[in-house]
């Protein structure tokens, strides 16, 4: 009886180190010379072959596929899922995988600014959860812009090292000038921009497609695709695609399958449990678990600037998470019209491929 209530907890415990998992392994291959693209097509790659029998198994008596519907699919993958990843691994390349994570909090808050944009939310800020709303948003972009731009001291207890000339963390891992490291947050923002509104339109698509595992399935083999278009346009060099038995594959086929394949399934059946809201509240966990890896592993450093930078990035997702759960408590959803509700997808932040 424990374990079957304490199951959600588990499994989103579980979700977060994966992500976690993620971001490091993808720092760790675009370091070792990796093309971002070529990352990006094999990933998807992988995804796809992990998809494939649960989608032709499971759902193979789902809804029909019409041929506008599947153009639809087509062009959400490409500006989704193959803009916002082949962004993502090219910004991973200036950055650190700490950044990377801390960034992936702000898609809630993006993908809730985008829907108000649309129409999909509403936003009454002559109420508390509204201000709430409001001002979390703002706190929490806020938060990122400090996270990547202002440093401060080192964290001292984090340095696991001796701070000597030869081992300092510069000489450890890369260093980053200042207009790489802008160029990368930049980058990264992009990414997260262009995920966000993906997000809010699978709502409309999965209404029309309810087949989740085939419709994740079609969206990465076309987004396999679309990338190695891309990529071939990008990177002449055949070398580039060669893989071997190094962190290359293991990086692919860990963001390929793990994180694809069986990480949605399990954010998902967690949402159906307990909801979106309670998905969303333990996205910074993967944050806490990157940085302290990317501390001790591969000797990070960490500043005082950034962790303020957290500190008001995670107030601001609470503040928005608060607000929507408020407004969710108070009925503020029609439901005289389930067509006009709200899109759920604002709070889930399934991370399916990101």
């Not at 969206?219 to 060099?237: D, K, L, M, P, V």
Request: net charge positive; aromatic share 12%; hydrophobic share 45%.
């Amino acid at each position: 009886m424990f374990m079957e209530n304490h199951k959600p907890y588990i499994a989103m415990l579980f979700v977060q180190f994966v992500y976690a998992g993620m971001a490091l392994f993808s720092k760790a291959a675009i370091a070792k010379g990796m093309n971002p693209y070529v990352f990006v097509v094999y990933r998807q790659a992988f995804a796809t072959v992990a998809l494939a029998p649960f989608a032709f198994f499971l759902e193979s008596k789902q809804t029909s596929l019409s041929y506008n519907l599947l153009c639809k699919i087509f062009l959400f993958s490409l500006c989704g899922l193959t803009l916002s990843l082949n962004l993502y691994y090219v910004a991973i390349n200036y950055t650190t995988a700490t950044f990377a994570a801390a960034t992936t909090n702000t898609i809630p808050v993006l993908t809730f600014i985008i829907a108000v944009c649309l129409r999909m939310e509403s936003l009454s800020i002559r109420q508390l959860p509204g201000t709430a709303e409001l001002l979390g948003s703002v706190i929490s972009l806020s938060g990122t812009l400090v996270f990547a731009f202002v440093k401060g001291p080192r964290i001292k207890f984090m340095t696991s090292y001796p701070s000597t000339p030869k081992q300092t963390a510069e000489s450890l891992i890369k260093s980053y000038s200042i207009g790489e490291w802008i160029k990368g947050s930049l980058i990264m923002l992009s990414a997260n921009t262009a995920w966000s509104p993906w997000l809010v339109l699978q709502g409309r698509i999965v209404k029309q497609y309810p087949a989740k595992i085939r419709l994740t399935a079609l969206q990465c083999f076309f987004s396999c695709i679309q990338s190695t278009c891309w990529a071939i346009a990008a990177e002449r060099n055949p070398l580039a695609w060669k893989l071997g038995w190094d962190v290359h594959l293991l990086s692919v086929a860990y963001c390929g399958i793990i994180v694809t394949g069986m990480t949605y399934r399990l954010q998902v059946w967690t949402t159906e449990k307990k909801g979106p809201v309670f998905t969303a509240i333990f996205t910074p966990l993967a944050l806490v678990i990157t940085a302290i890896s990317s501390a001790f592993l591969w000797k990070e450093t960490l500043h005082w600037g950034s962790v303020g930078g957290v500190v008001l990035l995670v107030g601001g997702l609470y503040s928005v998470l608060w607000g929507k759960r408020r407004e969710d408590g108070k009925g503020v959803r029609n439901e005289q019209n389930p067509d006009t509700n709200k899109e759920e997808i604002v709070l889930e932040c399934i991370h399916i491929n990101n």
